[in-house]
C-alpha cells in the first residue's frame, strides 16, 4: 500500500459545483495532514491543515477519518481560479522523527 | 507577508558539474528542508535540517547531496557530480515547528537541467 495515496484525476466540474478528493495514508501514528494547492510548475502552497474535529475556511472543509485513514477536501461553489492539483500530505514518524509525505495529487479542472 | 526565496530560478549545468541550490528560509522558522520534483511526477522528500544538523534524509539523498547552513540565513543544497536523472524542480521549505504542527512554507523552487 502506497504511504499516500490520491485519485490522480482529472476532475472535470462546471463552475459553482461542489467536488470532493478523498486522501488515504498507510501509518495509523501519522500524527499531522495538509492539503496544498500547486498550480503547473509552482511551488505547493498551503490550502489547510486539517484537525481531528474538522476546520473549514470559506467554500473549503477539510475532514480527517483516523479510523479509516483517510483525509477528505469538499470544496464549495467551484471558482474557475479553483483550478490546480491538489496535494495531500501528511507527517509520518519515521525513526524518531517524523517526514512529510506527499501524495500524487488531484487535478481539478474547473470549467465555465 | 515573510516567503522563502530561492535562487537561481533555473540552472542549467552539464553532467558531471556541482551545482549549489540557494534558499533563505523565513526567518523564524527552525526546520529547513529540500524536496524535488521531476516534471509529471509527485514531490519527494529529500532531507530535513533542524538544529544545524540532518534530522531525516530519504533513500534519494545519497552521498552526492549536502546540505549546510553557512551563515545563519541561507540553507543551500549542493550536487556534486550531477547526472540526468537530478534534472527536475527543487523546492526548499520551512516550518516554525515539526511533527504536530509543522504547516511547511515553500519557496518557489530551482528548475535544474543537468544535459
Known amino acids: 500500500r502506497k504511504e499516500v495515496e490520491q485519485d490522480p484525476g482529472p476532475f472535470n466540474v462546471p463552475e459553482g459545483a461542489t467536488v470532493a478528493f478523498n486522501c488515504t495514508y498507510s501509518?495509523?501514528?501519522?500524527?499531522?495532514f495538509f492539503w496544498y494547492r500547486q498550480d503547473c510548475r509552482k511551488e505547493p502552497k498551503l490550502l489547510m491543515s486539517v484537525y481531528s474535529s474538522g476546520n473549514e475556511d470559506g467554500r473549503f472543509t477539510a475532514q480527517l477519518n483516523r479510523a479509516s485513514q483517510y483525509i477528505s477536501l469538499l470544496i464549495r461553489d467551484s471558482k474557475l481560479s479553483d483550478s490546480a492539483t491538489y496535494l495531500c500530505v501528511v507527517n509520518m514518524p519515521t525513526s524518531g522523527t517524523y517526514k512529510y509525505i506527499f501524495g500524487t495529487g488531484t487535478r481539478l479542472k474547473v470549467l465555465a | 507577508e515573510p516567503e522563502v526565496t530561492q535562487t537561481p530560478s533555473h540552472q542549467v549545468t552539464q553532467m558531471g558539474q556541482e551545482v549549489i541550490l540557494r534558499c533563505v528560509p523565513i526567518?523564524?522558522?527552525?526546520?529547513f528542508y529540500w524536496y524535488r520534483q521531476i516534471l509529471g511526477q509527485k514531490v519527494e522528500f529529500l532531507v530535513s535540517?533542524?538544529?544545524?544538523?540532518?534530522?531525516?534524509k530519504s533513500e534519494i539523498f545519497d552521498d552526492q547531496f549536502s546540505v549546510e547552513r553557512p551563515d545563519g540565513s541561507n540553507f543551500t543544497l549542493k550536487i556534486r557530480s550531477t547526472k540526468l536523472e537530478d534534472s527536475a524542480m527543487y523546492f526548499c521549505?520551512?516550518?516554525?515547528?515539526?511533527?504536530?504542527?509543522?504547516?511547511?512554507?515553500f519557496g518557489p523552487g530551482t528548475r535544474l537541467t543537468v544535459l
Open positions: 526567518s523564524n522558522h527552525l526546520y
Open positions: 501509518n495509523s501514528a501519522s500524527q499531522s
Open positions: 521549505a520551512s516550518s516554525m515547528a515539526s511533527g504536530r504542527v509543522g504547516e511547511q512554507f
Open positions: 535540517f533542524y538544529n544545524n544538523e540532518i534530522s531525516e
